[in-house]
């Protein structure tokens, strides 16, 4: 059964940083292939940061260069560190899994809420 649980989210200034983490079940921890979604009110979801079994990762280009996402796989737990952050980088965030080959993400947790001010 897939188990993701995200916390970390919170209000911050522009500028400033959060990081969130996913709690995952052992299953899909080792199982699937890890990411970060995120969805603001109007906005469909997007990926945002995803991190392959090998440890590559990839970002949307709205977050390059300011979003590090990581996992510690003795906790079963994937990280995503936020940095600078922008009044548009307010949304719903979800950690998310999907098979390895699958080119989508279809399972994702409650979600975490941030809420950036200018």
């Known amino acids: 059964q897939v188990q993701l649980v995200e916390s970390g989210g919170g209000s911050v200034q522009a500028g400033g940083s959060l990081r969130l983490s996913c709690a995952a079940s052992?299953?899909?921890?080792?199982?699937?292939?890890m990411g970060w979604l995120r969805q603001s009110p109007g906005k469909e979801r997007e990926e945002i940061a995803i991190?392959?079994?090998?440890?590559?990762?990839s970002y949307a280009d709205s977050v390059k260069g300011r979003f590090t996402v990581s996992q510690d796989n003795a906790n079963n737990t994937l990280y995503l560190q936020m940095n600078s952050l922008k009044p548009e980088d307010t949304a719903m965030y979800y950690c998310?899994?999907?098979?390895?080959?699958?080119?989508?993400?279809?399972?994702w947790g409650p979600g975490t809420q941030v809420t950036v001010s200018s």
């Open positions: 998310a899994a999907r098979r390895c080959w699958a080119k989508r993400f279809y399972y």
């Open positions: 052992r299953y899909t921890y080792s199982s699937y292939c």
């Open positions: 991190i392959e079994r090998d440890g590559r990762t």
